[in-house]
């Protein structure tokens, strides 16, 4: 094995290992001041104890890592030096042999604080036979009407070019930090962690590029969130590559990372867009999305590629007040084993939907153990599915993406619904109690609008749909329009779309203020809430009679709901839209910045396309017939 120059990690983390090793399972631990917090042996974990081998945390000691065959090398070159070479006056410069890094092969080691750590890519490697092993995703078609899965002219000419060319892409990743030094007066607990420093040498004249050699044989570089990368073009020899760590006493322990050079591609990279939306969240679980990840059409090949795909991404999640990622936000081996939530530690479900705008695949990450009233960074990650089988795959290291934030719900009342059956593109927290379990709670919602839409579907059957398009109503609009509106508004107004009783923003209209709290108490019987029908009540009955969720807030649904379902249903069937003060605590109205201020099917926060707002004319005139819509069009 090319790997008995790695050292294990800190004894606390050998500890570990041989724990999981003798368990060889999964296990957690909860820390209650710190809130629900899980921690099991994942992918790094893994990895280091392939790579370490089976004896891991066995003689291991804080002063001599074992595998220090590193440490020894150096102290024999200063042993020979100072019986050949010394002079007694200038001390000359050890030149360590540095290790030689494989085309797409990743390294991992401990460096100490002040150390320096050498590495070549070998000129063989430079002018080296490129690799073909990646871990390819199906294509990203842009166009909707492509279903073509085949590399594009420009693709290939770009593929060829590369192969051509000798640029060399050098990236590291820092996967585990110093812990701060608590003896220091001077290191407090948002001490920002200082960077590892990359130094790269083309010229056989500095071999051990690092601190104090010449500048002019070098190039400089830090890592930055715990990632750095670094292109040579036109590379003809071997490169030098220097790791030091920071000389500091506000930090104590060592540093850990990963280290790969490649001709291909690189091997670590990192993205500047999120990629990710939050959909809702309730106290502890929260949803969200990846972007589209193909706008190919649903009866494409490439479509169903996307739908049947082990869902390639991952995503981590950490409190914002959590120092444990700080500094290190765009590591991947940092991220896969020090983000509080992440995939190793059960707490993430992921799956592939169709469910939003457009209707595209995504894939979704529905993620609990999280504590309430709280903001998580969240952070995407792709392409680095397993342990070792990742070297020598070209851009192997994976992918992080930029992170986003998302927050907790506060009020245990709002339930996080996903995945039904019916309303299929309901994705968001709904009036809930906590006594009926989240499946439960879906099978009433979904049952219930099933019932109603049945009714409807009964007198969409009374209409002349299916006749030629001269007699039928519309020639811009079909039965079929009609319908699909009438599912996405039914949808929308039967299952509520809550938040918080203590929150205040204006677009959330107070419900139930006439039921006690889950704690037993009543709003008094004079207060206004509780006078009024609009909000001593729910807009669905089925939620006061068989959820008993106590005062909640609702999110109501988007005005352009109601205003398609007139536009495209038959006017036999009498759709109105209520106006004035009726309009107002019915319905709400979608904001131009992407912020969630009224439900529709599909939502998800800080989308950047606008919508488009719908035309205007529809008549709004107050009440409606059609008698299963009764009580929800009012409030
Ligand atoms: C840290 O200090 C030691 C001793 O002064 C020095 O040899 C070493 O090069 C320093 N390391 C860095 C990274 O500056
Ligand atoms: C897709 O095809 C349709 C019909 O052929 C055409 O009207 C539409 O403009 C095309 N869309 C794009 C994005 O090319
Ligand atoms: C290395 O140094 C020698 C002597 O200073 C010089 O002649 C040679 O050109 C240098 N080589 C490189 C690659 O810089
Ligand atoms: C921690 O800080 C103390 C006080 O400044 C210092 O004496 C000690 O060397 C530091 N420890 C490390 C490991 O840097
Ligand atoms: C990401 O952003 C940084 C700084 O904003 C920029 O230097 C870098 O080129 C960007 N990377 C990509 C891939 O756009
Ligand atoms: C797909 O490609 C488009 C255009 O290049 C890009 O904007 C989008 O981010 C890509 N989507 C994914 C999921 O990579
Ligand atoms: C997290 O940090 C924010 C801002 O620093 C603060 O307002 C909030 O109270 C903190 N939350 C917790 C749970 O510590
Ligand atoms: C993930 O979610 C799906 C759909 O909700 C569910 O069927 C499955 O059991 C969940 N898996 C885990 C491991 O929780
Ligand atoms: C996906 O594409 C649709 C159009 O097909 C667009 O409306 C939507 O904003 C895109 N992004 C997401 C995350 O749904
Ligand atoms: C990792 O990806 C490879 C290729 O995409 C696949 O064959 C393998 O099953 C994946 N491993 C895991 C653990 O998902
Ligand atoms: C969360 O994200 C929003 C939008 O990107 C940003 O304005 C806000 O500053 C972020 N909050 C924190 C605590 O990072
Ligand atoms: C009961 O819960 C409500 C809402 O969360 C809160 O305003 C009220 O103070 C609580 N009452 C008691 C006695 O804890």
């Not at 939530?341 to 705008?357: L, P």
């Not at 508004?489 to 959330?508: F, K």
């Amino acid at each position: 094995m090319p790997f008995l120059k790695l050292t294990p990690l800190q004894s606390r983390f050998a500890a570990t290992f041989a724990a999981t090793l003798f368990l060889f399972a999964f296990y957690y631990i909860i820390s209650t001041n710190s809130g629900s917090f899980a921690y099991a042996l994942d992918e790094v974990d893994q990895l280091i104890m392939q790579q370490t081998g089976a004896d891991a945390g066995v003689g291991v000691s804080n002063e001599h890592p074992v595998g220090a065959e590193w440490n020894n090398e150096i102290e024999d070159e200063i042993e020979n030096e100072n019986k050949e070479g010394y002079d007694g006056y200038t001390l000359k410069r050890a030149v360590t042999a540095p290790t030689a890094l494989g085309n797409n092969q990743y390294k991992l080691l401990n460096i100490e604080l002040g150390e320096t750590q050498y590495w070549v890519f070998p000129k063989d490697s430079v002018l080296g036979a490129h690799t073909s092993a990646t871990n390819e995703l199906p294509a990203n078609i842009t166009d909707t009407n492509s279903t073509d899965t085949a590399l594009s002219a420009d693709e290939v000419n770009r593929y060829e070019l590369r192969k051509r060319s000798s640029t060399v892409y050098i990236s590291l990743t820092t996967c585990l930090k110093p812990s701060l030094n608590t003896s220091n007066a001077d290191a407090a607990q948002d001490t920002q962690l200082p960077p590892l420093t990359i130094y790269i040498s083309t010229s056989e004249n500095n071999t051990n590029p690092g601190p104090g050699q010449d500048s002019s044989l070098q190039t400089e570089y830090t890592t930055e969130q715990g990632y750095m990368s670094a292109t040579i073009d036109n590379a003809d020899s071997a490169i030098y590559i220097g790791v030091s760590a920071p000389n500091t006493t506000l930090f104590t322990g060592i540093y850990n990372y990963e280290v790969a050079a490649s001709i291909d591609a690189y091997f670590h990279s990192i993205d500047n867009d999120t990629n990710l939306y939050f959909v809702d969240s309730d106290v502890n679980a929260a949803l969200l999305i990846t972007n589209n990840l193909t706008q190919s059409s649903p009866d494409s090949q490439n479509y169903q590629e996307w739908m049947n795909i082990t869902p390639p991404y991952t995503i981590f999640a950490n409190n914002i007040n959590n120092t444990g990622i700080a500094g290190l936000e765009r590591s991947y081996c940092a991220l896969s084993q020090l983000a509080q939530i992440r995939q190793g530690n059960n707490a993430v479900n992921r799956s592939m939907t169709s469910r939003g705008m457009g209707n595209k695949p995504k894939e979704q990450f529905y993620i609990t153990y999280l504590n309430s009233s709280s903001t998580y960074y969240g952070i995407l990650g792709l392409g680095r599915n397993s342990t070792a089988s990742e070297n020598g795959v070209v851009g192997g290291g994976g992918k992080i993406f930029t992170a986003m934030n998302f927050t907790t719900k506060t009020d245990n009342n709002c339930a996080l619904l996903y995945n039904l059956d019916f309303c299929s593109e309901v994705a968001y927290a709904v009036p809930s109690n906590p006594d009926i379990s989240n499946a439960a709670l879906a099978q009433l919602y979904d049952s219930y609008a099933q019932s109603y839409y049945q009714s409807f579907d009964y007198s969409l059957s009374l209409i002349q749909c299916n006749t030629s398009s001269v007699n039928s109503y519309s020639l811009a609009v079909g039965c079929s329009d009609c319908a699909s509106a009438y599912k996405q508004w039914l949808c929308a107004v039967s299952i509520p779309r809550c938040y918080d009783w203590s929150s205040n923003y204006s677009y959330l209209m107070p419900r139930d203020a006439g039921q006690p709290f889950l704690n037993g108490t009543r709003l008094p019987a004079d207060d206004p809430l509780v006078l009024s029908p609009v909000t001593n009540q729910s807009r669905n009955p089925m939620i006061d009679s068989k959820i008993n969720p106590g005062p909640y807030k609702e999110i109501l649904p988007c005005y352009d709901l109601c205003s398609e379902l007139v536009r495209t249903c038959p006017s036999a069937l009498s759709f109105k839209c209520p106006t004035g003060k009726w309009l107002n605590d019915s319905y709400g109205h979608r904001a131009a910045n992407g912020d969630i201020t009224c439900s529709y099917l599909g939502a998800a926060y800080y989308l950047n396309d606008a919508f488009r707002l719908l035309s205007p004319g529809i008549d709004l005139a107050l009440i409606i017939s059609g008698l299963w819509m009764v009580f929800w069009v009012g409030f």
